[in-house]
């Protein structure tokens, strides 16, 4: 089922989207860097999270694709893995190429939100995986106007993910945000312009293209999670939480 917000229920999902921001931007900021563990980065998070009376979309999360609940507050992906990267005891090093995706409720709503960064020294492949995310990312938001498709998001992220030269893997993707962390509709990260449900007014998404250097294949570590190239190639993700409105969308986890 697909969902509308009215002006007063998007007001109450800002909070969500501001304390999501403001984790990510903390974390890249002052926590995450070459010799964090992996399992502080998780700590830091439980107790942002418990100290601001919110709670975790992540603890008990449990699809059909994960072996066990998530057990954990945020997804922490290194170098070739890129997504649902389960917190696992791991010290940072320099040049390796950090995904954290953090999803929380604050007050009843939900906002969801990624990041990818090289801790150290930059990576000149990293960071054209990350910009070409970033520039998909802010073009599908461009996008996500009143009258335009879900399809209008889809083909603008798949375009710029396949002209800058990387595949495209569409079994994970978009989504529909609000109550909960996923609801319809599906966004693929490529399809077709004008095709899909159109988009209205007080629909809240995710939107989340991500790739990987040299294939457009991957596998699952044992953990049952945490998903990693399948060429063993380095990988990126970048995820905002947005709102269609009569004008430009509002993004919720918009970082200062
Ligand atoms: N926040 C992720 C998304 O963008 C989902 C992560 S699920 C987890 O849809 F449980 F692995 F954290
Ligand atoms: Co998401």
Redesign the pocket.
Known sequence: MIEFFEADEIEKMRPAGRFVADTLTELRDDIVDVGTDLLEIDAFVRDRIKSHGATSC?VD?HPSFGSKP?GHYI?TSVNDAVL?GLPHRYRLRDGDLVSL?L?VNVNGWVA?S?ISFNVGQPRTDDQRMIETCRAALDAAIDVALPGNRIGDISSTIGNILTQAGYGVNTDFGG?GVGRT??GDPHIPNNGRAGKGMTLKPGLAI?I?PWVLNTTDRYRFDSDG?TLRSADGSRGAHM?HTIVVTDNEPIVLTERA
Do not use: L, R, S
């Open positions: 992540y999360y998530f997804c649902h995706d999803a969801d990624a989504h962390m996923h995710a989340e999670w995820e």
